[in-house]
């Protein structure tokens, strides 16, 4: 089956620094990819749509400066906190599908701690 | 507003007995609905998508209902094994692309 990948799997920064996270489809070209953000024992939350070639459409509360998004080809997206805070400090996942309608292929998520 | 419930946060049963986890939504019409299990510390996994036009799907030991005039899908595992502990999230597709997640249903089968 198709594969997503995410890198780093775990991640710890200081207050204030860019954490970059790399989302990777290997086996199939994905125009679209999503980023969710999972708070402990919480659901999954949308926080942005990454289109290739085209900037990415943020869900409403999530700060476009704070999280920037690239997706620069039709297999990696990647995602920038910025300016790094502990309330920032979460678990990232992001995931692509090879077509509608179909299920999601997930990366295995990137823990961001932030002291 | 728009909702998806999964009716508890954690169900514990015992081996061999049949789990069935319940996603209840409000203000929706989703054309699909999807099935995902989650482990700790990992991406989610899917398991099972069933359309709207389908009363039910199979694999193997599940099952998925779907009924879009109550806007409920239920999910079994038949034979539970303490390897099918792990939490359960129902996501609709609302022809959006993304998916919209429930809050997740943690199972643990107990030896």
């Known amino acids: ?115 | 507003s728009q909702k998806i419930e999964q009716n508890s946060e954690a169900l514990n049963i015992q081996e061999g007995k049949t789990a069935t986890l319940t996603c209840n939504y409000t203000n929706y019409s989703p054309a699909y609905l999807q099935w995902y299990r989650q482990d700790p510390g990992r991406g989610p996994v899917f398991l099972l998508l069933i359309r709207e036009n389908e009363k039910e799907k199979r694999k193997e030991r599940l099952k998925v209902t779907f009924d879009t005039t109550l806007k409920q899908s239920l999910f079994h595992i038949t034979a539970s094994q303490p390897a099918d502990s792990a939490t359960y999230l129902c996501a609709l597709d609302t022809g959006r692309r993304a998916l919209t997640f429930g809050s997740g249903t943690r199972l643990q089968v107990q030896p």
């Open chain 1, 1 to 115: 089956g198709a594969v997503v990948s995410q890198h780093p799997s775990w991640v710890i920064c200081k207050s204030g620094t860019s954490v970059k996270i790399e989302c990777r489809s290997l086996d199939f070209q994905a125009t679209t990819m999503f980023w969710y953000r999972q708070f402990p024992k919480q659901s999954l939350m949308l926080m942005a749509t990454s289109n290739e070639g085209s900037k990415a459409t943020y869900e409403q509360g999530v700060e476009k400066d704070k999280f920037l998004i690239n997706h620069a080809s039709l297999t990696l997206s990647t995602l920038t906190v910025t300016s790094a805070h502990p309330e920032d400090s979460s678990f990232y996942i992001c995931s692509a599908r090879e077509g509608l309608p179909g299920e999601l292929f997930f990366g295995e998520g990137s823990r961001l701690t932030v002291l």
